[in-house]
């Protein structure tokens, strides 16, 4: 059972947590904000007490299997801290078939929190979503760590490629950066899904071996 599942606790440290309040207060206010994986929601919970009442509303996508009864979880949690599981749009799905629908109604985002699975090939759907990101608005990556290879190398690809995505700052793993200009063409093309086709593998016994050692 995962840590989080009993205490409902964010899985993030103080010093991620003060940089993603600041960023989601400084964020545009006329778009929707979207959290990608939301574990017990208790980052959730802390963004949603974050804004202003009439603004409280999060759009969450999160296949809801991380443990037993998560989605209950989730709602227990909005509601030990007062806040309405109604006020979020929980789209209990893998990112790539929420992105599919997002991206047919048009959605626009001002804010985005991206803490999903941390394969490569999950987290290049992930950033799919950028492209529904306003300009102006902001996107928040976690565990932006060399040691979660996954996400390191998809996010610093992403970050060199496209300059119209700007630094606002860093805390521990937490990046936040702004979408200064659209971009000319989607944020992720094929030459992306390949490169983390490519790398998938050999992350993925990169990661077995570790274990077995740090087992052994
Ligand atoms: C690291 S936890 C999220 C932590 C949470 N944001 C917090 O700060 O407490 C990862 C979450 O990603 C979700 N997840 C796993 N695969 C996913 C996918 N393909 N699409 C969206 N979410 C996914 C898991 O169910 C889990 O809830």
Not at 10 to 36: C, N, S, V
Not at 45 to 59: G, N, T
Not at 71 to 87: A, M, Q
Not at 169 to 194: C, F, H, N, V
Request: hydrophobic residues 40%.
């Amino acid at each position: 059972m995962r840590r989080c599942a009993t205490t409902l606790e964010a899985e993030m440290t103080p010093a991620e947590h003060q940089l993603l309040l600041e960023t989601l207060q400084q964020a545009p206010t006329d778009g929707l904000r979207l959290e990608i994986g939301t574990a017990a929601g208790g980052t959730l919970c802390a963004m949603l007490d974050a804004l202003p009442v009439e603004q409280r509303r999060f759009v969450v996508v999160d296949p809801m299997k991380y443990f037993p009864q998560q989605l209950d979880t989730v709602c227990k949690n909005l509601r030990d801290h007062d806040l309405d599981p109604g006020t979020v749009d929980f789209r209990v799905s893998t990112s790539d078939v929420a992105f599919e629908d997002a991206s047919a109604r048009q959605e626009a985002y001002s804010f985005m929190l991206i803490d999903g699975c941390h394969k490569i090939r999950s987290v290049t759907i992930d950033l799919k979503w950028t492209r529904l990101l306003a300009v102006g608005g902001v996107v928040c990556f976690h565990d932006v760590v060399p040691e979660l290879r996954g996400v390191w190398l998809a996010v610093q690809r992403f970050v060199s490629r496209h300059p119209n995505y700007e630094l606002i700052a860093q805390a521990d793993s937490l990046l936040a950066l702004r979408k200064t200009a659209e971009s000319a063409t989607p944020e992720i093309d094929t030459s992306d899904e390949w490169y983390a086709r490519m790398w998938y593998l050999p992350l993925q016994v990169e990661r077995k071996w570790k274990k077995l050692h740090k087992a052994a």
